[in-house]
């Protein structure tokens, strides 16, 4: 890190209001803001984290009540205004708003995320950040596989909350283990529900992409009414249709069988896999007549996925006396995502050519169904303290479905729909926080927190897929030069959920935590917590955290922290297990025998073999310095340094290329296994060592001015990662692809700039937003010759509010507005033509969208 960027970071500033995260550094828990503060603070908190002024009651780490700059974390805090001039979800206002915040825009179901959407904070796998809701656990959800460029599973899906439901978000920036329990090495992301007592609004937004494609539809609204005891009711909902967006090339490669003198089809091994006029054939072969004429442009859709999102939560709380509140809130939301994966020839012996005689693309159909409630009670105890019990469950159904396809091997009767199996994540927490003002004589009373905590969670394979989507059905090629070859097992693209691979696994985790805030002296303000807990499946593990902040002038000040951090594999990671398919034939002709490829559980006789074995937890070593420089109450800056070290990260051993470990050494593990028909084995492993090093600077100036109200904001974030003592299998088995290192080095954008204006006079309001990411890698598995570098892009947005009634507002704006897209790949890297971009851009490949918006508040 140089000191010139230093110096620019030093130029930015922030948006400084922030309303609580956290309460009592619980396990599971962040209290309401300041409880002694009431709803009255609550409420002004919110209007505070509009304005950006930085005054706004908080709470970091403890229960005391202080002021975002007053805290000795880095927290940043984005109003409900803010998100919903974002983005149409969470993660994509998030994206746009957060300096500190990644993830890629591009990302579709037939990447292994299934439409799932999280939050990356400093570079970091989403895995390793902890989500909340009003200070509860949220559960993570059933999706095993990981996102590019990160590995990890069962990303926690954020935008399963209503945006509509939320007074805002909260994001500590910093490790957080010690306070909030396993998975917040990263940070924590906390979503902070309405607590209204009356009114309510609804929002309506048309849009579609420069392309004329990718139509969204979207409409979110709310409503509220008072509860007896001082309580409130607040229902909300968010509906929203995204139609595919399509930014395909023209299939490159070559459709059809070559064909002799006498009009028969011929497979060639010297024949070109790639269609050119120009090309040079075998001799005595020509092109097929249907080559030439094909239309190349029509052959398939590559793009954002096609997603219908709708999602709903009421949240309540009543007072059941003086000094205790009852509260809950439940949500559901159903998600259902569909793409396009990569088109499958003609001539691909895959393709049963009487049902698809000019092939095929396949549709991936994910939907997830979520359900999440939770109850508590608030008991005001006078001179015993505060406590806050607590119960909350939470599931995910993830069910997947493939269309437009075939069965090999069955022939004439295959199906062309698939319900390819169901995987469910369940989550059980229970949790008591206590917190207490102690007066040991000081200038200040110390804060003293403590608490229990109870969790179990479930994950399991519990539905398999369609019969014909993982067996074989004996039917060899009908026709064709491999005529009567053998086929292979389950569909043409996917492989559903086998008997074999079905099963569940449980987990109960137990654990409590102390702490305080103390004040020695007025200018120092020292937080510290300690926690234990015990899994039912890795004993126990002890984490803490050291927080101090020195106040060396009233508008200047040092803050730092020391904390370790521990994230328990998930238990999907635990017991998953999946097995594939090899095709059956070879462009040059080869008739291949058919094979069967398996991800092992990690403590399986396969993956002990190969040199794996059960997982151990992730573990980090967190440091962060900074200061804050508040010299008005107009104008903030807050810049801070960190360094994450983890180690034991966790990654699929799946060999050089990416597609499994293959040889004498495998086929020796699965057939003492067992599994003689399996010739290619991964499974996951503790893999690799990460040290991520970055800055972070956040601000806002905010001012009245006699022509109009001005609110300027910048954030930067700048980080970069160093993977090492990459693990080794056994002689013969190379674990992990060239990529799997260098991604996590170089796939994420290594710098992040935010800059914001927001001009208001009278009615209208006028808002610019600039993002600049900087420059990241596409890393080739296998070749470096085909690694692809991505410079620095610039992407603006723009917004025209104006209120034309007390109560109804109108929007038109832009995201992209200068239709900026990423390079497409090489050549070599596009599989087919048709996908000319890759899935780790930051804003993905759809170029410029336009959209219209009405408010209206009631």
């Known amino acids: 890190m140089t000191l010139s960027r230093i110096a620019l970071v030093s130029l930015l500033a922030t948006s400084v209001a922030t309303p609580a995260l956290a309460a009592a550094t619980s396990n599971d828990a962040v209290a309401e803001v300041a409880a002694e503060a009431g709803a009255a603070d609550d409420a002004a908190a919110d209007a505070d984290a509009s304005r950006g002024d930085g005054n706004a009651i908080v709470v970091v780490g403890s229960t005391r009540a202080t002021t975002v700059l007053q805290s000795s974390t880095p927290v940043d805090v984005v109003s409900n205004q803010e998100i919903g001039t974002g983005g149409v979800v969470l993660n994509q206002a ?24 999280s939050a990356s904070l400093r570079g970091l796998s989403p895995d390793l950040t902890l989500v909340l809701v009003d200070g509860k656990r949220l559960h993570n959800s059933a999706q095993t596989g990981g996102v590019d460029p990160w590995p990890g599973s069962n990303y926690v899906d954020i935008n399963q909350i209503p945006v509509s439901a939320l007074a805002r978000a909260e994001v500590l920036r910093d490790g957080a283990s010690a306070q909030y329990g396993s998975d917040a090495i990263a940070g924590v992301l906390n979503l902070v529900l309405r607590r209204d007592d009356h009114g309510g609004g609804i929002n309506a937004e048309v849009g579609q992409y420069y392309e004329g494609d990718g139509p969204t539809r979207a409409i979110n609204g709310w409503a509220a009414a008072p509860l007896p005891g001082d309580g409130f009711i607040n229902v909300s909902a968010d509906l929203s249709y995204r139609g595919q967006t399509d930014r395909s090339g023209p299939d490159i490669r070559r459709r059809y069988f070559l064909v002799d003198a006498g009009g028969n ?41 096609q997603v219908r999102h709708d ?63 939770t109850l508590g009670l608030k008991i005001d105890g006078g001179s015993l303290g505060k406590f806050d019990l607590s119960a909350n469950y939470g599931t995910n159904i993830l069910d997947r479905f ?28 229970a949790n008591l926080d206590w917190s207490k003002d102690a007066d040991l004589g000081l200038s200040n009373p110390v804060q003293l927190i403590g608490g229990l905590s109870y969790r179990h969670e479930t994950w399991g394979a519990y539905v398999g897929g369609d019969e014909q989507s993982w067996n074989n059905g004996g039917v ?17 693209d996917a492989s559903g959920l086998g008997p074999w691979d079905l099963g569940s696994r449980a987990r109960t985790t137990v654990g409590g935590y102390l702490g305080f805030d103390v004040r020695p002296v007025d200018p120092l303000l020292i937080s510290v917590t300690g926690r234990y807990e015990h899994y039912s499946d890795f004993g126990g593990t002890a984490t803490g955290k050291i927080a101090l902040r020195y106040d060396i002038t009233p508008t200047f000040a040092l803050r730092g922290s020391v904390s370790n951090g521990y994230r328990a594999p998930s238990i999907g990671q635990i017991q998953n297990q999946s097995t594939g398919f090899s095709s059956n034939w070879s462009h040059s002709g080869t008739v291949l025998t058919t094979t069967r490829t398996r991800t092992y559980r ?29 010299p008005s109450r107009d104008l903030s800056f807050t810049v801070d340094a960190y360094q994450i070290k983890l180690s034991g990260l966790i990654l699929l051993a799946a060999a050089a290329t990416g597609n499994g470990l293959t040889g004498t050494v495998v086929t020796d593990a699965t057939t003492a296994a067992g599994d003689a028909n399996i010739t290619a084995a991964s499974f996951l492993t503790n893999g690799m060592d990460t040290r991520t090093r970055g800055v972070d600077a956040v601000g806002r100036f905010h001012h009245q001015f006699d022509f109009g109200e001005v609110t300027l904001t910048a954030g930067y974030s700048l980080m970069s990662t160093r993977a090492y003592n990459l693990k080794t299998g056994v002689a013969g088995a190379t674990l992990f692809t060239r990529g799997q290192k260098l991604d996590l080095e170089r796939g994420t954008p290594q710098n992040k700039l935010l800059l914001g204006q927001v001009f208001t006079r009278g009615p209208w309001t006028l808002q610019v937003d600039e993002v600049r990411y900087g420059s990241y890698w596409y890393t080739h598995p296998t070749t470096a010759a085909y690694d692809e570098y991505y410079g620095p892009d610039w992407f603006v947005n723009a917004e025209v509010r104006v209120q034309v009634t007390p109560k109804l507002q109108l929007a038109a704006g832009g995201r992209n507005i200068f239709d900026v897209y990423p390079h497409q790949y090489l050549v070599a890297n596009q599989v087919n033509g048709i996908n000319r971009y890759g899935f780790i851009h930051p804003e993905g490949a759809s170029g410029g969208y336009w959209y219209g918006r009405l408010s209206y508040n009631f």
């Open 94 to 117: 998030l994206q746009h708003i957060l300096p500190s915040f990644q993830f890629p825009q591009g990302q579709n179901a037939s990447k292994g995320s299934s439409g799932i959407r």
């Open 265 to 305: 089809s011929v497979v060639s091994a010297s024949a070109p896999t790639n269609y050119s006029p120009s090309a040079v054939l075998p001799a005595g072969l020509s092109w097929d007549p249907r080559e030439i004429t094909a239309d190349r442009n029509s052959v398939g859709a590559w793009g954002n996925a």
């Open 311 to 373: 999602a709903f939560l009421v949240n309540a709380e009543t007072g059941l006396s003086s000094n205790v509140r009852l509260y809950g809130w439940f949500d559901y939301s159903y998600t259902r995502t569909q793409n396009g994966v990569n088109p499958q020839v003609p001539s691909a012996d895959a393709v049963v050519r009487a049902l698809f005689p000019n092939g095929f693309q396949p549709i991936t159909d994910v939907r997830l169904t979520d359900y999440t409630g």
């Open 402 to 429: 493939i269309h437009n396809l075939d069965a090999p091997s069955y022939g004439l009767a295959s199906q062309t729909d698939f319900y390819l199996g169901q995987y469910r994540s369940d989550q059980v927490n």
């Open 476 to 492: 060899p090629v009908l026709d064709g030069p491999n005529a009567g070859a053998a086929t292979r097992w389950g569909t043409a």
């Open 602 to 630: 990690p403590d399986s006789a396969v993956a002990i073999a190969l040199g794996g074995g059960a997982l151990k937890p992730e573990k980090s070593v967190n440091l962060s310095a900074g200061a804050v420089w508040q």
